[in-house]
């Protein structure tokens, strides 16, 4: 949703919220944490370090992916403050959240003017903000409206919490991310370990669709995607899928397009009325709570995603595995091996990712 003047009717009160202002804040309710569906386990190897919990934001919480990612968000343990913002609506989102028994304490922000005390301290800002895909659309076609609203956004969060970490789903992803760089750099204060691009559901589908195939262990099976989030750009490495599954050669060209216009059969779905929201909420959270164990010290979390890179020549932005740190992204793992296919298909996504690309970065 776009950042606008602030609304000029305060927000309700609400039972178990109390009003100040454009800002409803939830009572803290000390509870014990309830972990989420489908959250993977440690990885053997990983370190375990005691998690501290975190502020994080969400920015377009009262959207159509924001509230389900706000209430997934809203049962991590790693979570402290969950600041919910958007344009209309957070104080209903927010009241209906603080009544859930976990540990996160919930506050709601309504217009642009509550940016700031949304914004502060948090150590994780979620940015689904935005509008939705509809039947015909492609990502790139919402560049006209959701680039300003990233802009925007992305603006604030240079001003309000310069060293967070954003974790950016606002679609198109491969052209909003550089959008949200360029903020920072003319803000002085860019780090390109801390701007995110959120792909991690385009593995989600990637395994998701080589499990229900070829067998294997839904919650094990790792399909790497690199690349960026949209069509073409979207390249699955089949070849690595594993453990304990294979795709044979001769299905990897269909899987692959099924992979990349997965979105869009979600979108033909729902006959106009949504996107992937759903599944797109469960995969930022998921890359959320990598990063907020990440954030607390905790090693050897690997996640794809799409961030500033000189990976593949002539592309300064690309999706790929990645190791995250204290302070973001700690290190760019290099690509493996690539089959045949996996080269061209890699060749052939590059003039359409650089587009995307300098599109983002020319955006004023």
Sequence with gaps: MAVSASLSM???????????????????????????????????????????????AVLGAAGGIGQPMSMLLKMLPEVSELALYDIVGTPGVGADLSHI???????????????????????????????????????????NI????????????????????????????????????????KAGVYDKRKIIGVTTLDV?????????????DVSKVNVPVIGGHAGVTILPLLSQAGPGVTVPEADIDELTKY????????????????????????????????????????????????????????????????????????EILPLPELTAYEQGALEELKPMLQGNIKKGVEFQ
């Design 101 to 143: 028994n976990t540990r996160a304490q919930v506050s709601a922000y309504v217009g642009a003017d509550s940016l700031k005390d949304a914004l502060s301290g948090a150590k994780l800002v979620v940015i689904p903000a935005g509008v939705p895909r509809k039947p015909g659309m492609t990502r790139d076609d919402l560049f």
């Design 204 to 216: 989600v589908r990637s395994n998701t669709f080589v499990s229900e195939r070829y067998g294997g």
């Design 259 to 330: 992979i990349q216009e997965a979105g869009t059969l979600v979108v033909e779905a729902k006959e106009g009325k949504g996107s992937a929201t759903l599944s797109m909420a469960y995969a930022g959270v998921k890359m959320a709570k990598s990063v907020l164990l990440a954030l607390s010290g905790e090693d050897n979390i690997v996640e794809c995603a799409y961030v500033e890179s000189d990976l593949v020549d002539g592309l300064s932005f690309f999706a790929s595995p990645c190791k995250l740190g204290p302070d973001g992204v700690a």
């Design 10 to 56: 305060a927000p309700p009160a609400f039972v178990g919220m109390k009003s100040t202002g454009s800002r409803a804040v939830a009572p803290t309710r000390a509870a014990r944490a309830v972990r989420m569906a489908g959250r993977r386990s440690a990885k053997a190897g990983r370190s375990q370090v005691a998690v501290s919990a975190q502020k994080v």
């Design 146 to 185: 959701n680039a300003g609203i990233v802009r925007d956004l992305a603006n604030a969060c240079a001003q309000y919490c310069p060293d967070a970490v954003l974790n950016i789903i606002s679609n198109p992803v491969n052209s909003t991310v550089p959008i949200a760089a360029e903020c920072f750099k």
